[in-house]
């Protein structure tokens, strides 16, 4: 599965949009993206996936640059429940691994 | 519609000691799955089952043995503990059915302590 990078952390204040970068120049054609988030020492959560075109549903959108090289979760009002650690990760959808990285701690104060 | 549930919750192990963590799911999943995270670290693969019958090692499979007992369970044994293995497991499933998005579900965790 390809590497990603992510910011180790960020922060956002509540209500407003917070906007989660991640690069995977190493991405292949078979790959998609995925988005999970895992709030203190709860089970990692899935929120959102795509291969090249963009993707929203009740939790975020997810946007994916033309060349599929990076991407960026977008949770549109944040708030504090939205406090948790997000992890994007790189997958083939035939294949079951799921690889976790460090992740960015998101972080929203009132 | 419980999900994927994991028994126990908590466990304290003196070393050498045997147990078995358990795992179900409600979701007829054919896949399933055994993490451990370690503090400040991401999940990594013990063990995966991509059908009933089925079980294969991931990234992390030495200390423990895994059983699919039917779809619905999957058990993660471990044999003799050692302070290493002191971790929070996490279980998971997802569909695989072809055209499925591949989606992993997970369940609480179970934390363990090996002294």
């Known amino acids: 599965d390809a590497k990603t990078t992510q910011p180790p952390s960020m922060d956002c204040a509540e209500g407003r949009a917070a906007n989660l970068p991640c690069n995977h120049s190493?991405?292949?054609?078979?790959?998609?993206v995925y988005w999970y988030r895992q709030i203190h020492s709860q089970g990692p959560q899935y929120i959102i996936h795509?291969?090249?075109n963009n993707e929203t549903n009740e939790m975020a959108s997810l946007i994916i640059t033309e060349d599929r090289k990076s991407s960026t979760l977008i949770l549109p009002h944040a708030t504090l429940r939205d406090t948790a650690v997000y992890y994007c990760?790189?997958?083939?959808?035939?294949?079951?691994?799921?690889?976790f990285g460090q992740g960015t701690i998101l972080t929203v104060h009132p | 519609n419980a999900g994927v549930t994991q028994t126990p919750k908590f466990q304290v192990l003196k070393t050498g000691q045997s147990m078995t963590l358990q795992c179900a799911q409600d979701?007829?999943?054919?896949?399933m799955y055994w993490y451990r995270q370690d503090p400040g670290m991401g999940l990594r693969l013990i063990y995966y089952?991509?059908?009933?019958?089925?079980?294969d090692k991931g990234e992390v499979p030495n200390g423990y043995n895994v059983s699919r007992l039917n779809k619905r369970e999957f058990s993660l044994r471990l044999e003799s503990a050692a302070p290493s293995q002191t971790s929070v497991y996490f279980c998971?499933?997802?569909?695989?059915?072809?055209?499925?998005?591949?989606?992993?579900?997970f369940g609480p965790g179970t934390r363990l302590t090996v002294l």
């Open positions: 990760i790189v997958k083939d959808i035939s294949y079951g691994k799921l690889t």
């Open positions: 998971a499933s997802s569909s695989r059915d072809p055209g499925s998005t591949d989606t992993q579900y």
């Open positions: 979701m007829n999943h054919n896949s």
């Open positions: 089952s991509a059908s009933e019958g089925t079980t």
């Open positions: 795509g291969l090249k």
């Open positions: 190493t991405i292949s054609g078979n790959e998609y």
